[in-house]
């Protein structure tokens, strides 16, 4: 029988021992949240995740099927941190980027804001809008209902950027300075999303499936911040003739979270490229030729594979390589890295007949590009590269001489 002494032992024991435990098991707690939040390695030496379940899946969320090689980790810790209070005029003195992240914070748990972004010449209100680009304009709205869905044209620009970026005014200059209409219609996808995220496309798209639709309902929206698709994915041996890169990222189809870290570092780029050139006297219309290594999917492709490829978000210790255009050539589902999906070229490239894609019907077909153009004539999407640049550039100067203030497609190349 317990007499009360035995009583007051046994509840001192028992109070000791719930103590002993919650201590003992408090660390490894902590150490799974912190692995939770600020990510841990993901990449075998291979290269190669494990699938824990030992399935394989389209798409797998988690990136560790062997449809996702490379695993996503969270990186909300590292981007979403809220912003220390600093006096501006220290702000002003920072270098580009960190300004840019000043202004334009990266949360990853927020959503996707609501917006379809749009360049063109004229509004739908215009009597100039062209009647073939009222059914592509229209496409994302009824996809879409609920979104602000904004044309933005070449004036309503540059205003809505004096608004956006007046805290960084180098930014603004190097817009300004830049000398063909093309690049600035680049430059505007790229200033925009950082901004204020959403959805961006390209006039001459059309919505086959809402945005919604993109990525598997199943896989959080908060554990992703950027979804991008492939343009091109050449398998031939002269692929570098026709391509300025072996899989190059499309940026007619665009849709981010505000202040998402590739838009930050692509448009600090742009800036810093374009002030140099300017100061250097090389950034008038006979210097800067190349719209598709200037604003295009050239750097582009390069700031997504640097992302990838960064330290700062990624923990790299465990790998024995970068990860390059091996890890999407050929993907026929969409893949996710970090916080990025990336979807197959089917998505925002169907019916291209080429280099693996399906048709607008296919499941996974999203966007339907036309390639289409006021001025411009367009070879044949297929093989657009640098020779159809070398063909853009001469017929632009024949059509709009340097004189010439006329604006041009947004998606010319």
């Given at each position: 029988?317990?007499?009360?002494?035995?009583?007051?032992?046994?509840?001192?024991?028992?109070?000791?021992?719930?103590?002993?435990?919650?201590?003992?098991?408090?660390?490894?707690?902590?150490?799974?949240?912190?692995?939770?939040?600020?990510?841990?390695?993901?990449?075998?030496?291979?290269?190669?995740?494990?699938?824990?379940?030992?399935?394989?899946?389209?798409?797998?969320?988690?990136?560790?099927?062997?449809?996702?090689?490379?695993?996503?980790?969270?990186?909300?810790?590292?981007?979403?941190?809220?912003?220390?209070?600093?006096?501006?005029?220290?702000?002003?003195?920072?270098?580009?980027?960190?300004?840019?992240?000043?202004?334009?914070p990266y949360d990853l748990?927020?959503?996707?804001?609501?917006?379809?972004?749009?360049?063109?010449?004229?509004?739908?209100?215009?009597?100039?809008?062209?009647d073939v680009y009222r059914?592509?304009?229209?496409?994302?709205?009824?996809?879409?209902?609920?979104?602000?869905?904004?044309?933005?044209?070449?004036?309503?620009?540059?205003?809505?950027?004096?608004?956006?970026?007046?805290?960084?005014?180098?930014?603004?200059?190097?817009?300004?300075?830049?000398?063909?209409?093309?690049?600035?219609?680049?430059?505007?996808?790229?200033?925009?999303?950082?901004?204020?995220?959403?959805?961006?496309?390209?006039?001459?798209?059309?919505?086959?499936?809402?945005?919604?639709?993109?990525?598997?309902?199943?896989?959080?929206?908060?554990?992703?911040?950027?979804?991008?698709?492939?343009?091109?994915?050449?398998?031939?041996?002269?692929?570098?003739?026709?391509?300025?890169?072996?899989?190059?990222?499309?940026?007619?189809?665009?849709?981010?979270?505000?202040?998402?870290?590739?838009?930050?570092?692509?448009?600090?780029?742009?800036?810093?490229?374009?002030?140099?050139?300017?100061?250097?006297?090389?950034?008038?219309?006979?210097?800067?030729?190349?719209?598709?290594?200037?604003?295009?999917?050239?750097?582009?492709?390069?700031?997504?594979?640097?992302?990838?490829?960064?330290?700062?978000?990624?923990?790299?210790?465990?790998?024995?390589?970068?990860?390059?255009?091996?890890?999407?050539?050929?993907?026929?589902?969409?893949r996710k890295v970090g916080?990025?999906?990336?979807?197959?070229?089917?998505?925002?490239?169907?019916?291209?007949?080429?280099?693996?894609?399906?048709?607008?019907?296919?499941?996974?077909?999203?966007?339907?590009?036309?390639?289409?153009?006021?001025?411009?004539?367009?070879?044949?999407?297929?093989?657009?590269?640098?020779?159809?640049?070398?063909?853009?550039?001469?017929?632009?100067?024949?059509?709009?001489?340097?004189?010439?203030?006329?604006?041009?497609?947004?998606?010319?190349?």
């Open positions: 029988m317990f007499n009360p002494r035995r009583w007051l032992a046994f509840v001192v024991c028992a109070i000791c021992l719930f103590l002993l435990l919650r201590h003992t098991s408090s660390p490894s707690i902590l150490r799974t949240t912190r692995s939770s939040r600020l990510g841990s390695p993901r990449r075998s030496r291979d290269g190669r995740g494990a699938s824990p379940s030992g399935t394989k899946e389209p798409y797998d969320p988690v990136g560790t099927s062997n449809n996702d090689d490379y695993a996503a980790h969270d990186i909300a810790g590292a981007q979403s941190r809220k912003n220390k209070q600093i006096p501006l005029g220290d702000i002003s003195r920072k270098p580009l980027r960190q300004q840019l992240e000043y202004y334009f748990s927020v959503k996707f804001p609501n917006y379809v972004w749009q360049t063109w010449k004229y509004t739908p209100a215009s009597k100039h809008f062209r059914e592509f304009e229209a496409s994302w709205t009824t996809a879409h209902p609920g979104f602000i869905h904004e044309v933005i044209t070449d004036e309503v620009a540059v205003n809505v950027l004096k608004h956006l970026y007046s805290a960084v005014p180098a930014v603004m200059r190097a817009y300004e300075a830049l000398p063909r209409p093309v690049l600035k219609a680049d430059f505007f996808r790229y200033l925009i999303l950082l901004a204020r995220g959403g959805i961006y496309t390209d006039i001459d798209t059309f919505a086959i499936r809402s945005a919604v639709e993109w990525v598997p309902q199943h896989v959080p929206r908060s554990s992703y911040g950027l979804v991008i698709g492939i343009e091109a994915d050449p398998d031939r041996q002269d692929w570098a003739e026709w391509y300025s890169r072996r899989i190059q990222f499309c940026q007619w189809t665009i849709q981010a979270k505000p202040g998402h870290p590739i838009m930050r570092e692509i448009v600090a780029q742009i800036t810093e490229k374009t002030l140099k050139r300017k100061k250097e006297g090389t950034l008038d219309h006979d210097h800067v030729n190349g719209v598709i290594e200037f604003t295009g999917p050239g750097p582009w492709t390069d700031a997504i594979f640097g992302f990838f490829n960064d330290p700062t978000y990624f923990d790299m210790s465990t790998s024995s390589s970068n990860i390059t255009w091996r890890e999407f050539t050929g993907m026929t589902a969409a916080d990025v999906v990336v979807l197959p070229i089917t998505a925002f490239s169907p019916g291209i007949e080429t280099m693996g894609a399906g048709d607008d019907d296919d499941p996974m077909a999203m966007v339907k590009h036309y390639f289409d153009g006021e001025y411009f004539v367009i070879l044949y999407p297929l093989f657009w590269g640098k020779r159809e640049q070398f063909a853009l550039n001469k017929l632009e100067n024949t059509l709009f001489p340097k004189s010439s203030s006329t604006s041009v497609d947004a998606f010319a190349y």
